[in-house]
């Protein structure tokens, strides 16, 4: 079983920057991993993500603001978050996409999510 553990949510000013992390553990073989938000009332919705092999996307809305990037020795993604927005402000979950040999089968894992609040 795939375990997600995310740290670094909290409560940041509008203009500032918080730095984001996951960590995957249970499996050699993790694909493709990102970070997904969801803010009150509306639809979870994809904020970056990145492959094994590194290749990235991102969402227009942050583009330019929000940088992700991975350690795969670690089976840690990072997303390091500036110029923060209160439109910013959502529970992140961090997302990872697992192959599971024995099924010949991707499957899909959540964290809890962390809180980013971004307000003055």
């Known amino acids: 079983q795939v375990q997600l553990e995310e740290s670094g949510g909290g409560l940041v000013q509008p203009g500032g920057s918080l730095r984001l992390s996951c960590a995957a553990s249970?499996?050699?073989?993790?694909?493709?991993m990102g970070w997904y938000r969801q803010a009150p009332g509306k639809q979870r919705e994809l904020v970056a993500r990145?492959?094994?092999?590194?290749?990235?996307n991102y969402a227009d809305s942050v583009k330019g603001r929000f940088t992700i990037s991975r350690d795969n020795a670690k089976n840690t993604v990072y997303l390091q978050m500036n110029s923060l927005k209160p439109e910013d402000t959502a529970v992140y979950y961090c997302?990872?996409?697992?192959?599971?040999?024995?099924?010949?089968?991707?499957?899909?894992?959540w964290g809890q999510g962390t809180q980013v609040t971004v307000s003055s």
């Open positions: 997302n990872a996409l697992v192959w599971t040999p024995a099924t010949y089968s991707y499957t899909n894992y």
């Open positions: 249970g499996s050699r073989f993790i694909d493709t």
């Open positions: 990145i492959a094994s092999i590194g290749s990235t």
